[in-house]
């Protein structure tokens, strides 16, 4: 009997574990989020990204609260919209470091984990 108990507590433990480790992190602190994408849009030079995070924990004003920025004049544009739109459509996490003090939470890099 103590045999089954212990197969069912590590069938328990490797269960919570598989789960824990699936969920998704999303959190924003003052200078990055990082988070699955939800909304991607340009509009008047500049593309906006939102994220499942928190865009208000940034040391700059998030537009609607809620996006940071790219201006479409930044010089890796192509290769940062190509980056956005693969994590979005793999649903794929994505870190957004933010121009310290820009006033428009301007993104610096990104990168993209599966």
């Given at each position: 009997?103590?045999?089954?108990?212990?197969?069912v507590?590590?069938?328990?433990?490797?269960?919570?574990?598989?789960?824990?480790?699936?969920?998704?992190?999303?959190?924003?602190?003052?200078?990055?989020?990082?988070?699955?994408?939800t909304?991607?849009?340009?509009?008047?030079?500049?593309?906006?990204?939102?994220?499942?995070?928190?865009?208000?924990?940034?040391?700059?004003?998030?537009?609607?609260?809620?996006?940071?920025?790219?201006?479409?004049?930044?010089?890796?544009?192509?290769?940062?919209?190509a980056?956005?739109?693969?994590?979005?459509?793999?649903?794929?996490?994505?870190?957004?470091?933010?121009?310290?003090?820009?006033?428009?939470?301007?993104?610096?890099?990104?990168?993209?984990?599966?």
């Amino acid at each position: 009997m103590k045999r089954n108990k212990w197969i069912v507590l590590m069938l328990g433990f490797g269960l919570a574990t598989l789960l824990i480790t699936n969920i998704a992190y999303s959190a924003c602190n003052d200078t990055m989020c990082i988070g699955k994408i939800t909304r991607v849009y340009i509009s008047g030079g500049t593309l906006y990204i939102a994220t499942d995070g928190d865009e208000t924990a940034l040391k700059c004003t998030a537009p609607a609260n809620k996006y940071v920025t790219i201006p479409t004049s930044d010089p890796m544009l192509d290769e940062k919209y190509a980056t956005l739109l693969t994590a979005m459509s793999l649903g794929n996490t994505v870190g957004l470091r933010i121009i310290d003090n820009d006033p428009n939470c301007a993104v610096s890099y990104l990168y993209m984990d599966n």
